[in-house]
């Protein structure tokens, strides 16, 4: 299910998009998705990558080549189902990589925030500002994924 969840998904996947999915369809725990996670990147068949501060899941070409050995025990049913959650939480899950936030320590001393909004890949927006301590960085970066847009239609009212 999370070979075939990954090679339907337009994007990679976080883990927790992907314990979400299996949990809220009720087709198996928490503690058995990590496992399962855990053991597919063992063996080469999803692959983890940093992206945007967090770690994203795709699926590999050996995962390709293991699901289609596979695919005939994955009920139309179950197919169905990842298919839909998907696209019912798409919007969702693209949302995700639209915002990215981190900050990094200056060579000054004080902290850097960088804030980005994309749109189709393309950024349509890219904040860095300058702040005295981690705590006001961090609290920039946490408030941007809640304020982003409102943020974005301020400037562009008062810069267009």
């Given at each position: 299910?999370?070979?075939?969840?990954?090679?339907?998904?337009?994007?990679?996947?976080?883990?927790?998009?992907?314990?979400d999915c299996?949990?809220?369809?009720?087709?198996?725990?928490?503690?058995?998705?990590q496992?399962?996670?855990?053991?597919?990147?063992?063996?080469?068949?999803?692959?983890a990558?940093?992206?945007?501060?967090?770690?994203?899941?795709?699926?590999?070409?050996?995962?390709?080549?293991?699901?289609?050995?596979?695919?005939?025990?994955?009920?139309?049913?179950?197919?169905?189902?990842?298919?839909?959650?998907?696209?019912?939480?798409?919007?969702?899950?693209?949302?995700?990589?639209?915002?990215?936030?981190?900050?990094?320590?200056?060579?000054?001393?004080?902290?850097?925030?960088?804030?980005?909004?994309?749109?189709?890949?393309?950024?349509?927006?890219?904040?860095?500002?300058?702040?005295?301590?981690?705590?006001?960085?961090?609290?920039?970066?946490?408030?941007?994924?809640?304020?982003?847009?409102?943020?974005?239609?301020?400037?562009?009212?008062?810069?267009?």
């Amino acid at each position: 299910m999370i070979l075939y969840l990954l090679r339907q998904s337009e994007l990679p996947l976080r883990k927790t998009e992907i314990s979400d999915c299996l949990i809220d369809l009720k087709f198996t725990d928490y503690l058995t998705v990590q496992t399962a996670i855990g053991e597919l990147t063992e063996g080469a068949f999803i692959k983890a990558e940093e992206a945007n501060g967090s770690i994203r899941l795709s699926i590999t070409e050996e995962g390709r080549k293991t699901l289609l050995l596979f695919m005939g025990s994955l009920s139309e049913g179950v197919r169905t189902d990842l298919h839909n959650y998907l696209k019912e939480h798409r919007i969702e899950l693209s949302h995700s990589d639209d915002l990215i936030s981190n900050y990094k320590r200056s060579m000054a001393g004080e902290y850097e925030a960088t804030l980005i909004a994309k749109d189709r890949g393309s950024n349509l927006i890219e904040i860095t500002m300058t702040v005295p301590s981690e705590e006001i960085a961090s609290n920039i970066c946490d408030n941007w994924k809640k304020e982003s847009s409102e943020i974005y239609d301020y400037l562009t009212k008062k810069l267009f």
